[in-house]
């Protein structure tokens, strides 16, 4: 009675685990696969703030984003 209540509960923590890297695995895959973001929104971001972008500055933003992905 023990050892299989010991064994339900230690399958659900190795699927946690598993499941865990596995849906992390997919989600920055996808992020890679899709950015959240781009330069024409980096653009736009900027020109919202009174800013004109050139493109030197929009390279090191995004430049910024990959380093954080």
Known sequence: MLIDILQ????FIVGGIV???????????????????NEDMIRTL?????RTPTQK???QM??????YM
């Open 8 to 11: 339900i509960l230690g399958g």
């Open 19 to 37: 499941g865990f890297f596995i849906s992390r695995k997919v989600l920055m895959k996808y992020l890679k696969k899709n950015p959240p973001i």
């Open 46 to 50: 900027m020109s919202g703030m009174g």
């Open 57 to 59: 500055q929009v390279n």
């Open 62 to 67: 995004m430049k910024q984003m990959q380093k």
